[in-house]
Nanobody, 114 residues
Framework: VQLVESGGGLVQPGGSLRLSCAAS????????MGWYRQVPDNGGRELVA????????QYGDFVNGRFIISRDAAKNTVNLQMNNLETGDTGVYYC????????WGQGTGVNVSS
């Protein structure tokens, strides 16, 4: 499975960004796809949001209604609309695809700064 990420960049606090991830190659009928992030001073990756082919959605605790994940099943694409961004959201965001294996994108940077 190959993952192509797009979006990310520099935005001021309170602003919005949209991340997209397209999966291709050996896509199964059932999978979970979404985003994790690694922020400065935090060693591991934390859940941002995931959505399954059943449309079950999970958000990280810090999201607090600011982000919306959606998917285009026909294109095997997941979108993450991030609103009201905070400086603490700065980090590298990784697309994740899981069926019986797990695949990661290369990551895209999000920088929330004034």
């Amino acid at each position: 499975v190959q993952l192509v990420e797009s979006g990310g960049g520099l935005v001021q606090p309170g602003g919005s960004l949209r991340l997209s991830c397209a999966a291709s190659g050996g896509i199964s009928l059932v999978y979970v796809m979404g985003w994790y992030r690694q922020v400065p001073d935090n060693g591991g990756r934390e859940l941002v949001a995931t959505i399954a082919t059943t449309d079950t959605i999970q958000y990280g605790d810090f999201v607090n209604g600011r982000f919306i994940i959606s998917r285009d099943a026909a294109k095997n694409t997941v979108n993450l609309q991030m609103n009201n961004l905070e400086t603490g959201d700065t980090g590298v965001y990784y697309c994740d695809f899981r069926n019986w294996s797990e695949y990661w994108g290369q990551g895209t940077g999000v920088n929330v700064s004034s």
